[in-house]
């Protein structure tokens, strides 16, 4: 493995801030400070990590309903990505979107989309016009095992395979759709088989090693610059907390999990950084602690983010809204 | 003035906007080697050939992925073959393209139009025969353009291909080949400006498509009658004049809204339900709407006819909002 240290420290520092994002996420959310519903990253910061440190910022995305880590991997700001959550007027949508619906345009996010596949067709038509304007950015799209069951993703890579269109699509296999298990509601072992179909390339890697994904993706994106067409990643991971914040999880025992907590991706990169003698002890308890920090200024931003005014919930719908009637 | 079809209406919208404007390109099932199912880009064969794309039947694909090329900077115009099969790809016209500016607090500019044909034609019975124009004024998000003659056509296109706002436009089968004049100088028409069809001093029927052109006939019939009728066309649905609505019934006193979609819950009801919200003490009769009737078009000619309403529902319903209904 030929990194450098700012290499490999810039990567375990996103999945450290994805972490600490999430984890005072999940417990603002427990105090009943956040409305509506969340959905952690927790346990599978190292795709979103690992996929983003080989996008440029023009590049495009379109994220899912667990989408705060691609968020902040793709380099959003993380006081607009709490107010959001908030339901504040300083948050990325205005606190129209909440959690589920964040984006932000001007770094590529095309949307976390509340839609299971919602965003798989989004990031086709981001291919097609990549592809009639010549240039060389490229789309990913994330999707999970869930998605996969959907024909809006089978629609999405033969449509992207017929116009060999610049988009990499990259499965998030959790191992859960909702409260059910991939293998029970899933025709393949490996969600990748099924790029066959479609005549792409089709890889399953280890969704919990940053630098496997990074490998992984690098090759894909360097096709799909080069108008080498699309490819199917799956990273395989594990959804180590419940599909939303206060799920009672009766569809699995606490014993699996705790299984899978050994094997999460950021204590995993930390001993092996740390072996490599590429991350001390207290560059580690420094990148935590400034995660931490930049958290909690996220968080007092929010809180003292004003709610709305009512009169906003009548803006955005149209660009020009001359003779329409909100009443 | 020169005679042009509504197709070539059309054609002639997207021809010299695509000129002007690289950022435009159309896609969908049939239209780049055939010119589309009922012709209408037989005025595009051979033109553009980068930027006019056969499809597979993946219509889902084919309108959000309009929602992701826009994003992306482009201005795609997809076509949705039949309004019957907006439906096998309606969450990604309702769910994502209707709200995605407003669910980012008005990140998004979406240059994007939904176009294709919709209604009756000879027995294309229930799956190919829908008006489903309601859905879309009742789901906010989407403009709605619904035009009649092919000088409506143009103009109200070629604003489309400008608009930085969402459109879906409907197109009705039997329409696509009348004759109009259309000028050949460059011109444009807004939306949310009603076209006052007719003039006339005795009842107004507010309608579209096709069924301006029924209440025509039924005003030509009804004047031998000594009846006057006004015909207000439209044009647009969302945003829709209420103003030239309203000035025309306080004139007329009586109100008829006709349209070939369904009768229950047809945009008619709406449009019924404002004017009589804003303008009650000018009505001299209950507002009387005329639409399908609450099946669907079935195959046989006579009952097609007897489901789709035509000339002689309008003047039934005319002839009775005058006795008072």
Redesign the interface.
């Known amino acids: 493995m030929d990194y450098s240290k700012e290499f490999l420290q810039g990567l375990y520092r996103t999945m450290v801030r994805i972490r600490a994002f999430d984890s005072k996420a999940e417990e603002l959310f427990l105090e009943g400070k956040l409305p509506g519903f969340i959905h952690l990253y927790i346990g599978e910061e190292a795709i979103a990590t690992g996929v983003m440190a080989n996008l440029r910022k023009d590049d495009?995305i379109?994220s899912t309903h667990r989408g705060h880590g691609h968020m902040i991997a793709k380099g959003a700001d993380m006081k607009k990505m709490m107010a959001e959550l908030y339901g504040k007027i300083t948050?990325?949508?205005?606190?129209?979107?909440g959690s589920m619906?964040i984006?932000?345009?001007s770094i590529g996010v095309?949307?976390a989309?509340?839609?299971v596949a919602?965003g798989?067709?989004?990031?086709?038509?981001?291919?097609?016009?990549?592809k009639?304007?010549k240039s060389d950015q490229v789309?990913v799209a994330f999707f999970g095992d869930g998605a996969s069951n959907r024909?809006?993703f089978h629609?999405?890579l033969?449509?992207c395979s017929?116009y060999k269109l610049p988009v990499i699509f990259v499965n998030e296999n959790n191992q859960f759709a909702s409260t059910e298990r991939v293998q029970e509601t899933t025709s393949v072992q490996n969600i990748s088989d099924r790029a066959v179909s479609y005549s792409i390339p089709g890889v399953t890697i280890d969704g919990n090693d940053v630098i496997a994904v990074y490998e992984a993706v690098k090759s894909a994106v360097e096709r799909a610059r080069n108008g080498g067409g699309p490819t199917l990643i799956e990273a395989k991971t594990y959804r180590i907390k419940g599909h939303f914040v206060g799920d009672p999880t009766l569809y699995r025992k606490k014993k699996e999990v705790q299984e899978y907590w050994r094997i999460e991706p950021i204590g995993r990169f930390e001993k092996r950084l740390e072996k490599m003698g590429m991350l001390t002890d207290e560059e580690k308890e420094k990148i935590k602690s400034e995660a931490e920090k930049e958290v909690e200024e996220a968080v007092r931003f929010a809180e003292e983010s004003p709610f709305p005014e009512t009169a906003t919930a009548l803006?955005?719908?149209?660009?020009?809204?001359?003779?329409?009637?909100y009443y | 003035m020169r005679e042009i079809t509504f197709s070539e209406a059309l054609g002639e919208a997207m021809y010299e906007e695509m000129l002007k404007d690289p950022t435009i390109?159309t896609?969908g099932e049939d239209i780049a080697k055939q010119g589309g199912i009922f012709g209408a880009y037989k005025p595009l064969l051979g033109k553009f050939p980068?930027?006019i794309i056969d499809?597979?039947i993946?219509e889902?694909?084919i309108?959000?992925?309009?929602?992701?090329?826009?994003?992306?900077?482009?201005r795609?115009v997809a076509e949705f073959h039949f309004a019957d099969f907006i439906f096998t790809?309606m969450?990604?016209v309702t769910?994502?393209i209707m709200k995605?500016?407003?669910?980012?607090?008005?990140?998004?500019?979406?240059p994007l139009i939904l176009r294709g044909p919709d209604g009756i034609s000879k027995s294309a019975a229930a799956q190919h025969s829908e008006s489903i124009e309601t859905i879309f004024m009742h789901v906010?998000?989407i403009?709605v353009i619904i035009p009649s003659t092919p000088y409506d056509m143009k103009g109200l296109f070629k604003t489309a291909l400008h608009?930085?706002?969402p459109v879906i436009c409907f197109e009705h089968k039997l329409l696509y080949k009348i004759k109009g004049p259309v000028p050949e100088e460059e011109y444009y028409i807004p939306?949310?400006v009603a076209d006052v069809k007719r003039k006339g001093k005795d009842v107004t029927v507010v309608t579209t498509s096709r069924m301006v052109h029924e209440s025509l006939k039924a005003a030509e019939n009804l004047a031998k009658k000594g009846i006057d009728v006004e015909v207000v066309d439209l044009r647009t649905l969302?945003?829709?004049?209420?103003k030239t609505v309203i000035d025309s019934v306080k004139k007329t006193h009586h109100l008829i809204v006709a349209h070939e979609t369904w009768k229950r819950g047809g945009w008619g009801a709406e449009i019924a339900s404002v004017v009589q919200e804003e303008a009650f003490d000018y009505l001299d009769a209950p507002i009387l709407r005329v639409g399908a009737k609450n099946v669907h078009i079935p195959f046989s000619p006579p009952l097609q006819d007897f489901v789709a309403p035509d000339h002689e529902d309008v003047e039934n319903a005319i002839e009775k909002v005058l006795e008072g209904a």
């Open positions: 495009y379109t948050g990325y949508c205005r606190g129209k979107g619906h984006a932000d345009l095309l949307g989309n509340g839609e919602g798989l067709p989004i990031a086709s038509g981001a291919g097609m016009a990549i009639l304007k789309v024909g809006a629609e999405a033969n449509w017929v803006q955005d719908l149209f660009v020009d809204d001359t003779g329409y009637d | 390109f896609y980068d930027r499809t597979p993946s889902e694909v309108f959000g992925s309009a929602l992701g090329a826009a994003l992306a900077g482009m795609p790809g969450t990604a769910n994502q995605i500016r407003y669910m980012t607090g008005g990140q998004a500019k979406l906010p998000g403009k608009s930085d706002d939306f949310g969302v945003p829709w004049d209420k």
